[in-house]
Nanobody, 132 residues
Framework: QAQLVESGGGSVESGGSLTLSCAASGYTYSGHCMGWFRQVPGKEREGLAHIGGDGSTSYAPSVKGRFTISRDNAGTTLFLQMDSLKPEDTAVYYC??????????????????????????WGQGTQVTVSS
């Protein structure tokens, strides 16, 4: 059974950095679009960044220039490097994979994304807390 598991969350002071990881098991997502999202209670899940199997990336304006998404070539691990963190970055962070399209598709469906509706497989989330 395919599974995504996030790690690397924690508490950090404003201006600090964290690196999140998302380990895939039971399936290799090397050609699939993968993304990072976050959610705070009472708000919709926010798309942060996605990366296609071809390496193309897209970032939300709120994190562009501060966060960097990457993946290993084997398609087993997704990363999110988060720098210059702010208190408003506090949220539960989720990784996701577009598992509906074949591995050969190699792109993210919506280049302006990521949008949660385009992703079918989700991790359980990891908490990130940024204090001022």
């Amino acid at each position: 059974q395919a599974q995504l598991v996030e790690s690397g969350g924690g508490s950090v002071e404003s201006g600090g950095s964290l690196t999140l990881s998302c380990a895939a098991s039971g399936y290799t997502y090397s050609g699939h679009c993968m993304g990072w999202f976050r959610q705070v209670p009472g708000k919709e899940r926010e798309g942060l960044a996605h990366i296609g199997g071809d390496g193309s990336t897209s970032y939300a304006p709120s994190v562009k220039g501060r966060f960097t998404i990457s993946r290993d070539n084997a398609g087993t691990t997704l990363f999110l490097q988060m720098d210059s963190l702010k208190p408003e970055d506090t949220a539960v962070y989720y990784c996701a994979a577009d598992s509906s399209r074949p591995d050969s598709y190699r792109r993210c469906y919506n280049s302006a994304g990521p949008f949660a509706r385009d992703f079918e497989s989700w991790g359980q989330g990891t908490q990130v807390t940024v204090s001022s």
